[in-house]
């Protein structure tokens, strides 16, 4: 019967999908509208737990919670579920308030914990064993798991199922009041040990757990289990959407049940469900997240190499285009996995529309010009971002000694190589047309300085700047460059499937060697010396870039949020 209503109940979504442009979720808020369920209102919620940072699976969840009570003018509550005190910290709290801030979704004054209701809901767990819906069982946690059984066959009814509600009662005030040690008793509600869904065959209400819990202190040593917390708490709240990922759908029915027992009014929340987000070439597991910050295999959870909110907040990555990247992947009924360099292109795309262009020099070289003027120092002129007509323009001071990036001169290049070579011409970028003449090396045969001559006429912009070269070098100015230190981060791991591992193997093999390379030398135009943290920029020919929180007036430290292109693009290859 389960299956069959499932199936239908999908058959009538996508009936109501069909009918219009909307999501399937919407499609079904728009019915219960239509119908007037719930006074015709939109509640939704982001219920996390506190127990790890936010990843960009949770942030498509905000966006589409909150998304969702914006278009229906409607309200968005933030509510932790805060039943499990031995995971959960005050830091994690702080950090998940602090991206749900980040990404634009407003609770107003709707924050709420799980724990504003442990009151609330012993009292009905007391009510649900009176009306003998709910048992106090003294088997451990593993037998109660064997005696579950197996979807395909009954599960064992336990020997205490038939207690006595006032034995009961008596047993779950006792529990409450700490006479019980860890794992002794639990209390179960008392559904069906014959269901083919395992969710319903007398699930856990309540365990002991002697804890410290981060808001109500040692109040409380019994805890409620999520199934039983969750929709209740819908229920006190107002949802009337509750808008959750696909792994709950079995979960569904024992939410249902559950609300049941407690309902007293025409009001009730729904339950839907929509495919998670999964990435490749991404871990999303909050466990295995956590086993990557305390092995130090990342430097925290804010590590630009992690799908953290915080990481790609560090990383570079804006509001906006995780906003743009949620809807381009839409909502789904199945999972799917959703390739990266999608999320990539969402970033490059915003960042190539507002971040200013500069010139930054990673892995410099000397680059002297023998004909102009020694003491020379000219201010030419150069647009701060072509894509913005409001971004205006800049000067870079000019002058006989140069840095350009050791890869744009080869000292015998290949054919189709527009870079500078010995003989061959370049145009310096919003400068003059260079010519290379000469070069030094080092007692280890390094290329140490390059020697050139330029066209006075070829002055950008200028009377003779329609002399044409194929090709154009950025550079940075000796004197009057800026040091920085530049973090260049890559995917975290080498192959689409991190997860995909031959037997006794672990995913930490799958880790690229190569997702951080750190770069001291790199020398940037002068007015980089004014760079915030948080402010981003367009290295140009390399990158896009951010200025790291970890920079001083003393160091400048930036993160490479992307590449300008898709360097791990089959094309690219």
Not at 124 to 136: C, N
Not at 306 to 331: C, D, H, N, Q, W
Not at 477 to 486: K, L, R, S, Y
Not at 517 to 538: D, R, T
């Amino acid at each position: 019967m389960h299956t069959l209503f499932m199936l239908t109940e999908e058959k009538n979504q996508e009936n109501l999908e069909t009918r219009s442009s909307v999501n399937f979720i919407e499609a079904i808020i728009n019915e219960d509208l239509r119908l007037g369920k719930n006074n015709s209102r939109v509640h939704t919620r982001f219920p996390p737990e506190p127990n790890g940072y936010l990843h960009i699976g949770h942030a498509k969840s905000i966006l589409l919670n909150y998304g969702i009570a914006c278009k229906y003018n409607g309200k968005f509550n933030l509510r932790f579920d805060d039943t499990n005190p031995i995971k959960e910290e005050q830091e994690y709290v702080d950090s998940i308030m602090e991206d749900v801030r980040w990404l634009g979704a407003d609770w107003e004054d709707r924050l709420f914990y799980a724990s504003d209701y442990f009151d609330q809901l012993y009292d009905w767990a007391e009510k649900m064993i009176l009306d003998g819906k709910a048992y106090v069982d003294d088997q451990s946690a593993e037998v109660i798991a064997e005696q579950r059984g197996v979807p395909t066959a009954p599960g064992i009814e336990s020997p205490y199922r038939n207690r006595l509600p006032e034995e009961n009662l008596d047993l779950f005030r006792r529990m409450k009041a700490g006479e019980f040690q860890n794992g002794e008793r639990v209390l179960r509600a008392k559904i069906d040990m014959a269901s083919p869904n395992m969710h319903m065959r007398d699930p856990v209400m309540y365990r002991i757990l002697h804890a410290y819990h981060h808001r109500t202190g040692n109040q409380w040593c019994i805890y409620p289990m999520y199934d039983w917390a969750h929709g209740e708490s819908d229920y006190l709240e107002g949802i009337t959407h509750s808008i959750c990922t696909l792994e709950f759908e079995v979960h569904r029915p024992l939410y249902d049940w559950f609300v049941d027992q407690i309902q007293e009014t025409d009001y009730r929340p729904r339950q839907i469900e929509f495919a998670r987000l999964n990435l490749s070439y991404t871990i999303m597991s909050k466990r295995k997240l956590l086993e990557l910050v305390k092995e130090g295999y990342v430097n925290g959870w804010d590590d630009p190499r992690m799908p953290t909110i915080s990481g790609l907040r560090r990383r570079g990555y804006t509001p906006e285009a995780i906003k743009v990247f949620a809807e381009k992947v839409g909502v789904a009924k199945r999972d799917n996995v959703i390739d990266v360099s999608l999320l990539e292109f969402s970033i490059r795309e915003n960042l190539n529309k507002t971040a200013k262009r500069v010139m930054a020099v990673l892995n410099p070289v000397k680059l002297t010009i023998t004909n102009y003027p020694q003491d020379l120092t000219e201010d030419l002129i150069t647009e701060n971002n072509p894509e913005d007509p409001d971004a205006g323009m800049r000067t870079i001071p000019f002058s006989k000694e140069l840095f350009i990036e050791r890869d744009d001169f080869m000292i015998s290049p290949p054919k189709k190589y527009f870079r500078l070579s010995p003989g061959k011409e370049v145009r310096l970028k919003s400068a003059y047309i260079i010519k290379c003449n000469d070069y030094r090396l080092d007692e280890r045969g390094e290329v140490v300085e390059i020697f050139c001559t330029y066209d006075p006429e070829s002055k950008s912009g200028g009377a003779g700047s329609n002399r044409k070269v194929k090709g154009t070098l950025h550079w940075v100015t000796v004197a009057h460059a800026i040091d920085a230190e530049v973090r260049l981060f890559d995917r975290l791991f080498k192959v689409e499937n991190p997860e995909d591992v031959a037997e006794g193997e672990d995913y930490k093999t799958n880790i690229n060697p190569d997702s951080l390379k750190v770069l001291n030398q790199c020398k940037l135009e002068p007015i980089m010396a004014n760079a915030i943290p948080g402010e981003k920029f367009q290295f140009q020919r390399i990158g896009y870039f951010t200025v790291d929180p970890d920079t001083t007036p003393d160091k400048l430290i930036f993160n490479r949020t992307v590449p300008l292109k898709d360097s791990w693009s089959k094309s690219a290859l």
